[in-house]
């Protein structure tokens, strides 16, 4: 499975985002999708998931109320839009696969993407 993730770039603080995640080699429909973040000097933190339909989704307290996780499985494209951003969202923002587990448990996601750069100023 091969996963590209883009979107990413330098926003001002408040400003909003979305980032996008192609996935490609097996069908997309059958996999729980992740996204994820590492800031340096960080670990990588489970922000949001979202079911193979679409019909859950699964936030961070970090993050709710200000990102959503969406995707469109006729074009095997899961998404993140991101408001009202802040400086501290500034990292490298990742998307996983979940073939069979917790859609917030980050051991159980799979295949990862090379990851987009956020940097939110100040």
């Known amino acids: 499975v091969q996963l590209q993730a883009s979107g990413g770039g330098l926003v001002q603080s408040g400003g909003s985002l979305r980032l996008s995640c192609a996935v490609s080699?097996?069908?997309?429909?059958?996999?729980?999708m992740g996204w994820f973040r590492q800031a340096p000097g960080k670990e990588r933190e489970w922000l949001a998931g979202?079911?193979?339909?679409?019909?859950?989704?699964y936030y961070s307290d970090s993050v709710k109320g200000r990102f959503t996780i969406s995707r469109d499985n006729a074009k095997s494209m899961v998404y993140l839009q991101m408001n009202n951003l802040k400086s501290e969202d500034t990292a490298v923002y990742y998307c996983?696969?979940?073939?069979?587990?917790?859609?917030?448990?980050?051991?159980?996601?799979?295949?990862w993407g090379q990851g987009t750069l956020v940097t939110v100023s100040s």
């Open positions: 996983a696969t979940n073939l069979r587990g917790s859609l917030t448990d980050t051991k159980k996601y799979e295949d």
């Open positions: 080699g097996r069908t997309f429909s059958i996999f729980g």
């Open positions: 979202i079911n193979q339909w679409g019909s859950r989704t």
